[in-house]
């Protein structure tokens, strides 16, 4: 059964194949997502360590030191060790991922490249490279190279072929009815979002905003889709996951990640069925026949539709098809033909004659589609 507990779990001698939904598992990515069933995983976001290469202290120009990323787990002995990492981690996050799940991939000039040319040797197929522009970057205070204001992110399916997920509308949505595009400018994590210590340092170096995995959780999953953080630290896919309706399993061997990431998921309440709804296009609305519409009597053999100029007309036949201008087809083709037309969409063309009014057919296929999401809707006991 599905549970939003946010406990921690060891991944060895996991009981069933079970996925262990809705759970911070503690160990190291490669072995914790060995464990876990293949093709179980709908996408993958990782947040690897970015291998930064630090050569000493960098200081403010008061002299202040910057609170870099130093920790251990980001510390390898050269690019042999970290493409080896890499090729290892991605190689086990692919088993894992259902034949039409995708990948997230985010770092910095440092890694991201290295990380991409990885992924295809592994037959990731990359959908998109999106440039995650800081709107608050930090400076640069050596003043010795530009201000390092953006990192990108790699979105990948697990294969050519893969039917992934992505809701074009409801980015489209998101970003006031405009196509969105693949520069996102959103701020670092600043103020009450950026989590602390018991001493009041950063919790962690690199956490990253809320809103970036919004947008990718819109953009490239469902409601009730399993999401996987592989470098989970403090947990931000994961409280993104919970408010948004999607299940989480987050995979850190820091302890005191772990901690951290448990007490903020305590916190995160998942939105109601009615917030999570987004807006969807034509495209993903059930496909309806025009013949449907001729056998269930919404329109009669023999019945003549009209172009709204009345200019063409045309008769229904009782195999859904059409007839005008001895030019016969479906709605689609007789339309284009008697408009000399390369195309032509016959739901919206076609209209009929109802009490003196124009009427187009697509209002009974509007009212078949509504039947048929009524009958999907679950009806309470």
């Given at each position: 059964?599905?549970?939003?507990?946010?406990?921690?779990?060891e991944?060895?001698?996991l009981a069933s194949r079970?996925l262990?939904?809705?759970?911070?598992?503690?160990?190291?990515c490669?072995?914790v997502?060995?464990s876990l069933?293949?093709?179980?995983?709908?996408?993958?976001?990782?947040d690897?360590p970015?291998?930064l290469q630090?050569?000493?202290?960098?200081?403010?120009?008061?002299?202040?030191?910057?609170d870099?990323v130093?920790?251990h787990?980001?510390?390898?002995?050269g690019?042999a060790?970290y493409?080896?990492?890499?090729r290892e981690w991605?190689a086990a996050?692919?088993r894992?991922?259902?034949?039409?799940g995708?990948?997230?991939?985010?770092?910095?000039?440092?890694?991201?490249?290295?990380v991409?040319?990885?992924?295809?040797?592994a037959?990731?197929?990359?959908?998109?490279?999106?440039?995650w522009?800081k709107?608050?970057?930090?400076?640069?205070?050596?003043?010795?190279?530009?201000?390092?204001a953006h990192e990108?992110?790699?979105w990948a399916?697990?294969?050519?072929n893969?039917?992934?997920?992505?809701?074009?509308?409801?980015?489209?949505?998101?970003n006031?009815g405009?196509?969105?595009?693949?520069?996102w400018?959103?701020?670092?994590?600043?103020?009450?979002e950026?989590?602390?210590?018991?001493?009041?340092d950063?919790a962690?170096p690199?956490?990253?905003?809320?809103?970036?995995?919004?947008?990718i959780?819109?953009g490239?999953?469902?409601?009730?889709d399993?999401?996987?953080?592989?470098?989970f630290?403090?947990?931000?896919?994961?409280?993104?996951?919970k408010?948004?309706?999607?299940?989480?399993i987050g995979?850190?061997r820091?302890?005191?990640y772990?901690e951290?990431?448990t007490?903020?998921l305590?916190?995160?309440?998942?939105?109601?069925?009615?917030?999570?709804?987004?807006t969807?296009?034509k495209?993903?609305?059930?496909?309806?026949?025009f013949?449907?519409?001729?056998?269930?009597?919404m329109?009669?053999?023999?019945?003549e539709?009209?172009?709204?100029?009345?200019r063409?007309k045309?008769k229904?036949r009782?195999?859904?098809?059409l007839i005008?201008n001895?030019?016969?087809g479906?709605?689609?083709q007789?339309?284009?033909?008697?408009?000399?037309?390369?195309?032509?969409?016959?739901?919206t063309?076609?209209?009929?004659?109802?009490?003196g009014?124009?009427?187009?057919?697509?209002?009974?296929?509007?009212?078949?589609?509504?039947e048929?999401?009524?009958?999907?809707t679950p009806r309470?006991?």
């Amino acid at each position: 059964m599905k549970t939003e507990s946010t406990r921690r779990a060891e991944p060895r001698g996991l009981a069933s194949r079970e996925l262990p939904l809705n759970q911070i598992l503690a160990g190291d990515c490669i072995e914790v997502m060995n464990s876990l069933p293949e093709s179980s995983v709908d996408l993958i976001f990782a947040d690897p360590p970015y291998n930064l290469q630090l050569k000493g202290d960098l200081h403010r120009p008061d002299n202040s030191k910057v609170d870099a990323v130093d920790d251990h787990w980001d510390q390898f002995t050269g690019f042999a060790a970290y493409d080896q990492f890499t090729r290892e981690w991605l190689a086990a996050a692919r088993r894992i991922l259902k034949p039409n799940g995708a990948i997230w991939v985010i770092g910095s000039y440092h890694n991201i490249f290295r990380v991409g040319a990885s992924l295809q040797d592994a037959g990731y197929w990359i959908l998109n490279d999106v440039i995650w522009r800081k709107s608050n970057p930090m400076p640069n205070f050596r003043g010795k190279r530009l201000t390092n204001a953006h990192e990108t992110m790699i979105w990948a399916s697990k294969s050519e072929n893969s039917k992934y997920t992505f809701n074009y509308e409801a980015l489209k949505s998101l970003n006031e009815g405009i196509q969105m595009r693949s520069d996102w400018v959103l701020p670092i994590c600043t103020g009450g979002e950026r989590l602390k210590d018991d001493k009041g340092d950063k919790a962690h170096p690199t956490q990253k905003p809320e809103s970036l995995l919004h947008r990718i959780l819109i953009g490239s999953t469902n409601p009730g889709d399993v999401v996987l953080d592989l470098f989970f630290g403090t947990g931000t896919t994961g409280a993104v996951a919970k408010m948004l309706g999607r299940d989480f399993i987050g995979i850190e061997r820091e302890e005191a990640y772990r901690e951290i990431a448990t007490k903020r998921l305590e916190r995160v309440r998942r939105l109601d069925a009615g917030a999570l709804a987004t807006t969807t296009g034509k495209r993903a609305e059930p496909r309806v026949p025009f013949g449907q519409v001729v056998e269930r009597g919404m329109l009669r053999p023999g019945e003549e539709l009209y172009s709204l100029d009345s200019r063409h007309k045309a008769k229904v036949r009782a195999d859904g098809s059409l007839i005008g201008n001895d030019v016969k087809g479906s709605i689609h083709q007789v339309g284009a033909a008697l408009q000399r037309a390369p195309s032509c969409n016959g739901w919206t063309y076609w209209h009929f004659r109802r009490e003196g009014r124009m009427v187009p057919i697509d209002t009974l296929r509007q009212q078949i589609r509504a039947e048929m999401q009524a009958e999907d809707t679950p009806r309470p006991n």
